[in-house]
């Protein structure tokens, strides 16, 4: 199953890179949170969906792109859920710092997760607590997380915090790198960085697959907090329960 996600993923790329290129106008409209969202998001949601149907009829979805269809429920044990394009601003930007992400959550733990950045045509998957990154040439190889006594944080290009400054005065010695999407879970699964801290609003469809990714790696994604430290939620259970609290991941 994981081998049809992958090519499901991969497809859906495909077509987003057809709009990327395309010289006719990309149609952009805005959310209530103003974020944009464009036709390519829109065609990636219907390849993924159609696709995910195929492979799992009885298995409910859950899109970034349909949360005004929602209707929750806490027998939702088992569901997918996708982001058709995590980093659409990056994606507007023409920097190719964009993903597709899909996940298989089961009893509010993400079990399955693909990330596909179509622009450099890299994927990184997980499943049954291995992970993977298969390159642009196609060679798939198993990745786990890297410590360094000079960590590297990433951080997010369109989403500046004050706290994250915070964060780095703890720190003595430290490298900085700003990257869009979902690719920084991809980069600290495979140990090319350390610590993505992430505070302000995120939503479960842009850190599940990567949440995958990176505790398949060996790593860490949990909640930033004075008092105690926990796993991100995925139960679906009211409208608040899309949103994350601040988290940090870590190698």
């Known amino acids: 199953m ?22 006719k106008l990309i149609n952009i409209s805005y959310k209530i949170d103003k974020s944009p969202v464009t036709n ?10 159609n696709g995910l149907f195929t492979i799992l009829p009885n298995v409910s979805i859950l899109s970034e792109e349909d949360i005004h269809y929602i209707k929750y429920n806490k027998n939702w044990n088992l569901y997918w859920l996708i982001d058709p394009l995590d980093g659409t601003k990056e994606f507007l930007k023409k920097n190719g710092e964009f993903t597709v992400n899909i996940s298989l959550i089961k009893d509010g733990i993400p079990i399955l997760g693909v990330i596909y950045a179509p622009f450099f045509n890299i994927l990184y ?3 049954k607590n291995k992970a993977w990154k298969v390159d642009s040439k196609g060679y798939k190889k198993k990745i786990s997380v890297v410590s360094s006594n000079i960590p590297k944080f990433l951080i ?26 979902s690719l920084k879970f991809g980069y600290i699964a495979e140990g090319k960085a350390q610590i993505y801290p992430r505070f302000g609003a995120t939503y479960i469809w842009d850190t599940a697959a990567g949440d995958a990714i990176v505790k398949a790696a060996g790593g860490r994604v949990i909640t930033y907090s004075n008092n105690e430290e926990k796993d991100l939620n995925y139960f679906l259970i009211s409208e608040k329960s899309l949103m994350n609290p601040d988290f940090l991941v870590l190698s």
């Open 40 to 49: 390519a998001d829109k065609i990636s949601n219907e390849i993924i969906k």
């Open 2 to 23: 994981l081998k049809k996600i992958c090519k499901l993923a991969k497809d859906a790329g495909d077509a987003i890179m057809k709009c990327y290129y395309s010289s």
């Open 156 to 181: 997010s290009r369109s989403h500046p915090n004050k706290k994250i400054y915070d964060l780095l005065r703890k720190t003595k010695q430290y490298t900085i790198e700003k990257l869009g999407s």
């Open 125 to 127: 998957c997980a499943y």
